[in-house]
């Protein structure tokens, strides 16, 4: 068949899309959930009960190995989903089975008493729940009609500042979670959501589809074949600097404000939970207007153009007030930003998407571009704050996001 670029693989294709409005946003809700509440609360509690200290290297360490890992698997799982035939669709069996395998991993990593096993473990989680990543986020171009692209990809877009809002209330309420606790709460929510995605909005069977023989070959060659073409490399590009913008400061957040805000470590946990909580509610805003409004004027580069450039203007606001009130600016206003872009990134990518019968494997290629940037994150940030403090690493910061905006500069295809 041949693939044109820029046409977007889905159809409207019979699935009723009325479960979906609910399930998918909420599958990607809990992943969201697992990635945030884990990866900005309780990992860095739990390498301080390892080692006593804030041991910016151990915490660096126990991130970087998971990600790595997940880089790879995200796009292998998309593949094999793409190639998965069951009575059950493609993807609901790597969904459910992921996240059941997940929790087990899960419970492994909650009692876990060094350094080195809490990286092993979480780098078993993060290579899991990538596999049920890649295969949530392909149910968009398999079942969504485009004319719907703009509002799923709003409803995406609001996994993450819902789950940061749960996670922040949560520990706010019961900061002694961040001790543990929270690993089985992140467990319950994970199974609740791939359950109610699988049963409650039903993919059709993929039993009578058509599948080419296995070649090893074109299998590997598979993961380099999107990036060949010009609008989906660059959307590449742009979610990678934006993301890695992000997580630049997202990794180490609990250690930058007692070490640079000054908030004293017995307040640190509640003071970082009313942070997010204040930005994710600016994200959620934003993600609201904008997906719909997206989708009535059709301009989904503009909005992601304005989402980079604000974001990179309120990474200088805590170089101005490095105090809990420039924080709470700052957070407002890189919420906006990040709630804009999450608004449209997902409509932006699968209008890229090169070839739409492999949307499994060209999205899990794609959220490469979400778990690059916390591979490298951690050792940007170790190595930034070691030889310039965390002044510079707001600056570094600032550099990657403006990346972020040429690549969404270089697309062509989407207005």
């Not at 969504?144 to 309420?173: D, E, K, N, Q, W």
Request: net charge positive; hydrophobic share 55%; aromatic share 10%.
């Amino acid at each position: 068949m041949a693939h044109v670029q820029g046409i977007a693989p889905a159809v409207d294709n019979g699935h009723k899309l009325g479960p979906l409005y609910l399930t998918l946003p909420l599958a990607n809700v809990a992943v969201m959930f697992l990635w945030l509440a884990v990866g900005a609360f309780v990992l860095p509690v739990h390498v301080q009960r390892i080692t006593g200290t804030n041991n910016v290297t151990a915490l660096g360490l126990a991130n970087s190995i998971g990600p790595l890992m997940a880089a790879l698997a995200n796009p292998i799982f998309g593949q094999i989903s793409d190639r998965t035939r069951s009575r059950f669709g493609r993807r609901s069996p790597w969904i459910l089975g992921c996240v059941l395998l997940g929790a087990l991993a899960l419970v492994a990593q909650a009692n876990v008493g060094s350094v080195i096993m809490l990286g092993i473990s979480w780098a078993a989680v993060q290579i899991i729940m990538n596999g049920y990543q890649a295969a949530m986020t392909a149910i968009l171009p398999d079942r969504v009609p485009p004319a719907r692209y703009g509002i799923f990809s709003g409803l995406f877009g609001l996994g993450t500042p819902l789950a940061v809002i749960a996670a922040s209330i949560m520990f706010i309420v019961f900061p002694r979670l961040a001790q543990g606790g929270a690993y089985y709460v992140v467990i319950a929510l994970l199974l609740v959501a791939a359950v109610l995605v699988v049963f409650a909005s039903p993919d059709r069977s993929s039993v009578d589809l058509p599948r080419e023989p296995f070649d090893f070959g074109l299998f590997l060659g598979g993961f380099w074949r999107p990036l060949k073409t010009h609008d989906f490399r660059w959307a590449f590009v742009s979610r990678f600097g934006v993301m890695l913008g992000y997580f630049v400061i997202f990794t180490f957040n609990l250690f930058l404000l007692e070490d640079f805000i000054k908030i004293p470590k017995d307040q640190v946990i509640a003071q970082m939970g009313i942070l997010m909580l204040i930005g994710q509610i600016a994200t959620l805003l934003a993600v609201l207007v904008i997906g719909p409004l997206s989708d009535r004027i059709g301009r989904f580069k503009l909005f992601a153009l304005i989402a980079g450039v604000v974001s990179a203007i309120s990474l200088g606001i805590p170089l101005l007030m490095p105090t809990f009130q420039g924080m709470v600016i700052y957070n407002v206003v890189h919420g906006i930003a990040f709630g804009i872009f999450m608004a449209v990134d997902m409509a932006l990518v699968t209008k890229v998407l090169p070839n739409p019968e492999e949307v499994g494997k060209d999205m899990g290629v794609i959220n490469i571009a979400n778990a690059g940037p916390q591979i490298v994150a951690p050792s940007i940030a170790v190595l930034v704050v070691t030889v310039g403090g965390y002044s510079t690493l707001f600056v570094v910061s600032i550099v990657i996001s403006l990346i972020g905006v040429a690549g969404v500069l270089r697309i062509r295809g989407v207005r």
